[in-house]
């Protein structure tokens, strides 16, 4: 008898926190979610997440993405910054990893550059 294959299913949960943009009306995380829903590929193709992929919204306007297949965080991080270039808000806005599988919106520290530039 030939040798039976097992193979692993990596589940992975990521989070991307959109919460400090969301409070202050500059984000629609709503929209977000929708983007990732239709943008989001499965074997190479969009619209067929199926049972592999599951992305919902908590109420505090985090972002969760849990993946039953191999799933790449900087492939998120890559349609997270598509999606503010596409509301033309990535000049605002950064995405930073706080740790392993949490992504965050943050604003760019304009006020210190302004700070540095008038001491000059």
Known sequence: MAPVKTTTVKKS???????APANDKIFD?????????????VEG?????GESVTISRTADNKIIV???IAFSKRYLKYLTKKFLKKNQIRD??????????????RYFNIA?????????
Do not use: M, P, Y
């Open 45 to 49: 193709r969009t619209n067929n997440l």
């Open 13 to 19: 949960k990521f989070v991307i926190d959109c919460s």
């Open 29 to 41: 995380a709503a929209a977000f979610e929708k983007f990732l829903h239709d943008r989001i590929k």
């Open 112 to 120: 210190n550059d302004e700070a540095d530039e008038d001491e000059e």
């Open 66 to 68: 849990g993946a039953n």
């Open 92 to 105: 605002w806005l950064r995405v930073i990893a706080t740790d392993k599988q949490t992504f965050e919106l």
